[in-house]
């Protein structure tokens, strides 16, 4: 049976830890910044885990990393 393809776009979007778990980008940090205070787009520019409902989903599009 042939390698299964992993998915482009989570391969840019996601990175898997030591641990096991996916790390991805906060969204909304891109445009429309004059409305935002300093705070929320300092807290954008951090990663964090992605949600437990859809790491089976990650694992999915990723099934060699």
Do not use: N
């Not at 996601?14 to 641990?19: A, C, E, M």
């Not at 409305?35 to 954008?44: A, G, I, N, P, V």
């Amino acid at each position: 049976m042939p390698k299964m393809k992993s998915h482009s776009g989570a391969k840019k979007r996601f990175k898997k830890t030591g641990s096991g778990k996916y790390m991805r980008k906060k969204a909304g940090k891109a445009h429309i910044l004059t409305k935002k205070t300093s705070r929320k787009k300092r807290k954008l520019g951090k990663v964090t885990e992605v949600d437990e409902t859809q790491k089976k989903d990650v694992e999915q599009m990723l099934p060699y990393s």
